[in-house]
């Protein structure tokens, strides 16, 4: 006799875990949920605004992140750990309770783009102070502090990504309590862009 909880449980599970139908994809909003994240580094008596703006190791722009490599960040030995956000932001103090605060983080993400993309728009939120690089380049920042809210970023237009991988860091500096960050691409009219591929591997 077949077990009539097993459907539902099976509904249940699929439910509780849209993480699962990704596939290696932005989610629905356009938001990436898989990254490299390099944390926690301690900014010291620096301001946020002031270690945003600092490059804490000579490849911030560009690092070569893969998942267990080593990273030497003002002469701290970190290790970049795979991570799929459960939300459309990288929850840095879930990750670090025991040190979330005076600190910064990295995040990666490999883009693919099957074709050229033009005309695109990097959305990035932060909190507290946040920065994306983007194939090398610095495209979007913000120095100040504030609360992390999903409808109010920081806005990069006109951005391309090119044909093949591109690759994307989220620079996230916190001085207290919440420390969060958050990434995703719309086309200029602000429909989210989903048809792209997600990697954490070059």
């Given at each position: 006799m077949k077990n009539p909880l097993i459907p539902c449980l099976a509904l249940f599970?699929?439910?509780?875990?849209?993480?699962?139908?990704?596939n290696g994809k932005p989610d629905a909003e356009g938001f990436i949920r898989d990254w490299l994240v390099l944390a926690p580094y301690g900014i010291g008596g620096s301001s946020g605004a002031e270690a945003i703006e600092q490059k804490q190791f000579a490849t911030e722009a560009q690092p070569a992140a893969k998942e267990?490599?080593?990273?030497?960040?003002?002469?701290?030995?970190?290790?970049?750990?795979?991570?799929?956000?459960p939300d459309f932001y990288v929850d840095f103090k879930e990750l670090h309770p025991s040190r979330s605060e005076q600190v910064a983080a990295w995040a990666v993400a490999y883009v693919v783009a099957a074709e050229e993309k033009k005309g695109l728009v990097l959305k990035m939120n932060s909190n507290d102070q946040g920065k994306v690089y983007l194939n090398g380049a610095e495209i979007v920042k913000f120095t100040d502090t504030r609360t992390l809210e999903k409808n109010d970023e920081d806005a990069a237009p006109g951005v391309t990504l090119k044909k093949g991988v591109n690759?994307?860091?989220l620079k996230v500096v916190n001085e207290e309590n919440n420390?969060?960050?958050?990434?995703?691409?719309?086309?200029?009219?602000?429909?989210?862009?989903?048809?792209?591929?997600?990697q954490t591997a070059p």
């Open positions: 599970v699929a439910a509780a875990s849209p993480l699962a139908a990704q267990g490599a080593k990273q030497s960040v003002a002469g701290l030995e970190l290790t970049w750990k795979k991570v799929t956000a690759v994307v860091v420390w969060q960050g958050s990434v995703r691409f719309t086309d200029a009219a602000g429909k989210p862009v989903t048809d792209l591929k997600i």
